[in-house]
């Protein structure tokens, strides 16, 4: 057998211990536990050495890499009796999961710290990580919904009992599960396995595990040691901080406005001296649309609208190409305590990126392109190298200000701009008036030396500046908030059936009812909810009249239905019960079941049109149209 990538995952109890692995491409499996008479470490430790390429797992730099070296780290335990081996095992466990509720800090508790250190024993990659889940604290399990997993399914006992020799066919089976998860995330997130495999090799880092801002963070590292003959030790607690910023000096001499209110209110800011926490908002409005000029970026403030292009109107947005790193280059913004110099090596990535671009060099332009644009962001995170927040708000305050003066230049011609976030505006552009927006539009390029990118749409349904359903005349659509469609793995699982219903009343003009009844996929009506440890959750059914109250796991998929069953959490502090669908009824659907009829599973699809209609009941508050 050659070596391969193998996913993997391990479970610790006070006596058992478990690995199981299985091939991400052929889908075999292998399976070592320790329990009773039984410790398979010394034939887990060669098959790893021998067959494993890669190990694959999901949180497992913080866990199950960590008992892994431990075990690899102590070989003594391949000959101890299986009680000695789960106990110091479960001990290592408990440690670990003690410090991480700690704070994280199993970087600093000295038990832990001697098996951290990558690529010791075995090279291995932690999804979680690589797909910043871990500062989000997305469990495996809240993905394993997202993928529309058919078992989702917790621990089957808690971590600190002892395992009965009938209980280990359950506990591996458990183990397994999650194994398919995590190899089917690995699945999907091939391409951005592959990019880190790539970057990493071409600049001899391991960003296997790296998000993609920690792939920023370890290549400018790389490249400024490059560029100054540092290392990381020497500047990496290095920081430019304020006691306060007059923000008069954040924004460029090149700002100007041509009416009094936009004049007022460029003063107004220019005379601000900013402290540390202090809030800074100012609204303005510009012809029809309000605009909240904050110290991240501008957002447009109106009332929900629907725009279609016509014989008499176009919808033409424009959004500025690269544009935190033009404002960073073009206003010479960087971290004062780096010197200029870090602009000179700034202004090269970005030279060479757009060099390997054209040229071909997809590798380097992708790689220099995840630097070039997470640059900005470490201006502002306090724990970075980067970190200098006057810098960055000369960038955004500068940035969202040319913004307003091309919002300001449209208006006073007749032109209506109905939306702007961060980076571009959306404008309603007469026919008649097409080449004077164009006009416009290469003014304050020249002027800005920044480049807008242009595209024209079909229909704007815009509840506000972060919902919103787009329609390009070239037939794509682009989506946001409650009109996304996609199922988002950072948010929370809730019946995606309610948005693809909205976009195809939008999109395609078909009636709410007809697209919800129409539908078959279970999973897309779907909840999910997980609670805090201070609740517990629990099943109400009636049976003969009588309420059968069945616990449950802390994680939950269930769809509303005309069945008999609510779903409660109850707070273990004073029993409080909190109805999780208020007002109706719900299945569990934590096991997959799979009916010849979808009828069967007694949908209630009067909850999932109401719910659709509330969301277009926003953009068109006095049509109670055909749903």
């Not at 999901?58 to 070989?75: A, G, Q």
């Not at 997993?149 to 591996?172: G, M, R, S, Y």
């Not at 059936?497 to 919800?516: D, F, Q």
Request: net charge negative.
């Amino acid at each position: 057998m050659k070596k391969g990538n193998w996913v993997y995952d391990v479970e610790c109890f006070p006596n058992f211990f478990s690995n199981t692995l299985i091939n991400l491409k052929t889908g075999e499996k292998q399976v070592f536990y320790v329990h009773g008479e039984v410790n398979q470490l010394e034939e887990m430790i060669d098959f790893i050495q021998h067959h494993v390429l890669w190990l694959i797992g999901y949180n497992s730099s913080k866990y199950d890499d960590i008992v892994l070296r431990f075990i690899m780290s102590n070989f003594y335990l391949v000959e101890a009796d299986s009680d000695r081996v789960t106990n110091e095992l479960y001990e290592l466990s408990k440690e670990i999961i003690g410090s991480q509720r700690g704070g994280n800090s199993i970087w600093r508790n000295p038990k832990i710290k001697p098996y951290l250190k990558e690529g010791k024993w075995f090279q291995s990659m932690d999804l979680m990580s690589m797909m910043y889940f871990d500062k989000m604290m997305i469990g495996l399990k809240k993905v394993a919904v997202a993928m529309k997993w058919p078992l989702i399914q917790d621990l089957p006992k808690p971590f600190d009992e002892p395992v009965t020799l009938e209980e280990v066919p359950a506990i591996l089976h458990y183990n397994e599960n999650d194994v398919l998860i995590t190899k089917q995330l690995a699945i999907e997130q091939k391409s951005e396995m592959k990019i880190r495999m790539d970057v990493g090799g071409l600049y001899g880092i391991n960003l296997m595990s790296a998000s993609r801002s920690s792939m920023a963070d370890k290549l400018m590292v790389k490249f400024w040691e490059e560029e100054t003959g540092q290392k990381f030790w020497d500047f990496r607690k290095d920081r430019t901080t304020y006691e306060s910023i007059n923000l008069g000096e954040c924004i460029s001499e090149k700002v100007q406005f041509r009416t009094p209110l936009l004049q007022k209110l460029l003063e107004d800011i220019k005379s601000t001296v900013w402290r540390d926490k202090d809030k800074f908002s100012h609204r303005v409005k510009v012809g029809n649309t309000a605009y909240d000029i904050l110290l991240g970026g501008i957002h447009s403030v109106k009332d929900p609208l629907i725009y279609e292009s016509s014989e008499e109107y176009d919808l033409k947005d424009v959004d500025v190409a690269s544009y935190y790193p033009n404002l960073m280059l073009n206003e010479g913004a960087f971290p004062a305590h780096l010197s200029e110099r870090f602009l000179d090596l700034y202004q090269r990535l970005v030279t060479q990126r757009l060099t390997a671009k054209r040229g071909g060099d997809k590798l380097t332009a992708d790689a220099l392109k995840i630097v070039v644009n997470a640059t900005y962001g470490k201006l502002n995170f306090e724990y970075g190298w980067l970190y200098d927040t006057k810098a960055c708000y000369r960038v955004t305050l500068t940035g969202q200000l040319y913004l307003l003066m091309l919002i300001e230049a449209l208006e006073l011609n007749g032109i209506e701009v109905f939306y702007a976030n961060t980076d571009g505006i959306t404008c309603k552009v007469s026919k008649d008036k097409t080449a004077k927006f164009e006009e416009i539009c290469d003014a304050w390029q020249k002027y800005t030396y920044l480049e807008l990118e242009g595209v024209d749409y079909k229909k704007c349904v815009i509840r506000d500046v972060n919902n919103f359903l787009i329609m390009t005349e070239g037939g794509d659509t682009k989506t946001k908030g409650c009109f996304v469609t996609e199922i988002d793995m950072t948010k929370g699982y809730n019946n995606p059936v309610v948005p693809k219903a909205v976009y195809e009343y939008y999109v395609n003009g078909t009636p709410i009812r007809e697209t919800i009844e129409g539908h078959t996929d279970v999973y897309d009506f779907c909840k999910s909810q997980k609670v805090g440890w201070q609740y517990s959750q629990e099943y109400h059914t009636l049976v003969d009249s009588k309420l059968v109250v069945t616990p449950c796991q802390k994680t939950n998929r269930y769809y509303v239905s005309r069945g008999v069953g609510k779903l409660f959490k109850r707070k273990k502090s004073n029993n409080q019960l909190t109805d999780l669908v208020s007002g109706f009824n719900v299945t569990l659907l934590n096991e997959p079941k799979e009916y010849e009829e979808f009828s069967d599973y007694n949908v209630n699809y009067d909850y999932y049109v109401h719910e659709a209609q509330k969301i277009v009941r926003t953009m068109e508050p006095t049509q109670l149209g055909l749903f």
